[in-house]
């Protein structure tokens, strides 16, 4: 079956714009998280929805970061008025019960 | 306060066993997660401890002791895939169920 896909990929973006990322989780996953990762470092908690309500968003490092999951499936994750330090892998996660699967990640790369 | 911690590197020889150690200080414990994540992929799912003693999946096991906030993930019979960096990741409290990571293990392995 299919796993948990992001996209896109990768993304360059200049200083200042804004950006969308989507993540789709595994069919029937109840929940749904977003972590960012660092180069040699382990993911970092952003936030996590079950269905369509976001149960914890401590991990936002700041108001230019949100995240929708509108229907209780796919969701998006937005940066506001991108900075240089914003660049990272951000990686997506769903769960059925306890146990998280990973995606593949984006990588902003913000110049 | 969140603290997790496990050795950088280790490296070992095809064929032999390995015990990569995680300690752990948190404002509450639900649960200890081991992820192995290749260079430039996601962290897969290895094993969940939610109670005291050692859980067996074939080639790798892992061990929690909650009164001393002590894991480990014993991998036996070493291959050279196992090149891999390794996740300790712990659920504080029910509440939520977001994820602190540690920094991670990355383990060498040569023939």
């Known amino acids: 079956g299919a796993g948990v896909s992001q996209s896109p990929r990768y993304k360059v973006t200049k200083r200042g714009q804004d950006v969308a990322l989507r993540c789709d989780p595994i069919?029937?996953?109840?929940?749904l998280y977003w972590y960012r990762q660092a180069l040699g470092q382990g993911p970092e908690f952003l936030t996590y929805?079950?269905?369509?309500?976001?149960?914890?968003k401590s991990g936002l490092p700041n108001d230019r970061f949100s995240a929708e999951r509108p229907e209780g499936s796919i969701s998006t994750l937005t940066i506001q008025r991108t900075e240089q330090r914003d660049s990272a892998m951000y990686r997506c996660?769903?769960?059925?019960?306890?146990?998280?699967?990973f995606g593949p990640g984006t990588r902003l790369l913000v110049l | 306060g969140q603290n997790i911690d496990q050795p950088t590197e280790m490296t070992a020889t095809e064929g032999a066993i390995v015990q990569i150690n995680c300690t752990y200080q948190?404002?509450?414990?639900?649960?200890l997660f081991w992820y192995q994540q290749h260079a430039g992929e996601a962290p897969t799912f290895l094993s969940y401890?939610?109670?005291?003693g050692l859980e067996e999946k074939g080639r790798f096991s892992s061990f929690l002791s909650r009164s001393k906030g002590y894991s480990y993930l014993l991998l036996k019979e070493l291959q050279m895939k196992d090149s891999a960096s390794y996740l300790c990741a712990v659920r504080e409290v029910r509440n939520t169920d977001k994820l602190i990571f540690g920094t991670g293990t990355r383990l060498q392995v040569f023939p």
């Open positions: 401890n939610v109670l005291d």
């Open positions: 996660a769903s769960s059925l019960a306890e146990t998280q699967y």
């Open positions: 929805f079950n269905y369509e309500a976001q149960q914890d």
């Open positions: 948190t404002s509450g414990f639900n649960g």
């Open positions: 069919s029937g996953h109840v929940s």
